[in-house]
Each structure stands twice: as structure tokens, then as C-alpha cells.
């Protein structure tokens, strides 16, 4: 299984980015899928959440400005970023974890963004 992930890049404060991850070797429809990043210095966070059964969840951070999403048919997961904030930056990675086994997890390698103030 691998995860692409694309669509980073840099922005201006109150700008917008969408970021794609696709999947290949499998299935997204099986799994619970995220977006996580990790900004210069900090710990990797959890930043939305679309699950098998297709809800979602958000860290408080972000919540009212991005909106994440899921083409199962596309095997592909986005996150749609809009107002951002210079705090946004960091490198995202998509993460997949297989509905019925924690143990069956894969990462991304990232995708950097960069928001300018």
C-alpha cells in the first residue's frame, strides 16, 4: 500500500490550498483516513479525520476552515484548506488505518505548506 499525497505549496495568510492523497494497493472505503502535520520543532498532530463510515472530526485549530473529504471510487482523500494562518505551517501527511486492525496503518511522506504572513 502507498499513500501520494500532493497540493501543498505556499500561500499568503487568508489564502486557500486543497490537498489530494491517493491511494494504491487498496481500497479507501476500508479504511479510517487523516490528515496530520507536523510544523518546525513540534510533535506530528492529528488535523481531520474521515472514517469508514465516512464522519469526520477536526482538531479545534482548524475547525470552520478546512473540510476534509473522501472519492472512494477515486481512492483518493482531500483536505480543503481555506483562511489560513501562518500557524498552518508544517508538512502534511495522509495516514490510512484499516477499519478492522490498528495494526494495518500507512503514512504518507508529506506534503509541505508553507502560509506567509
Known amino acids: 500500500v502507498q499513500l501520494q499525497a500532493s497540493g501543498g505549496g505556499y500561500v499568503q495568510a487568508g489564502g486557500s490550498l486543497r490537498l489530494s492523497c491517493v491511494a494504491y494497493?487498496?481500497?479507501?472505503?476500508?479504511?479510517?483516513t487523516a490528515w496530520y502535520r507536523q510544523a518546525p520543532g513540534k510533535r506530528r498532530e492529528l488535523v481531520a479525520r474521515?472514517?469508514?463510515?465516512?464522519?469526520?472530526n477536526y482538531a479545534d485549530s482548524v475547525k470552520g476552515r478546512f473540510v476534509i473529504s473522501r472519492d472512494n471510487a477515486d481512492n483518493t482523500v482531500y483536505l480543503q484548506m481555506s483562511s489560513l494562518k501562518p500557524e498552518d505551517t508544517g508538512i502534511y501527511f495522509c495516514?490510512?488505518?484499516?477499519?478492522?486492525?490498528?495494526?494495518?496503518?500507512?503514512w504518507g511522506r508529506g506534503t509541505l505548506v508553507t502560509v506567509s504572513s
Open positions: 495516514h490510512a488505518e484499516y477499519y478492522r486492525n490498528k495494526g494495518y496503518n500507512y
Open positions: 474521515f472514517s469508514s463510515g465516512g464522519s469526520t
Open positions: 494497493g487498496t481500497t479507501f472505503s476500508s479504511y479510517h
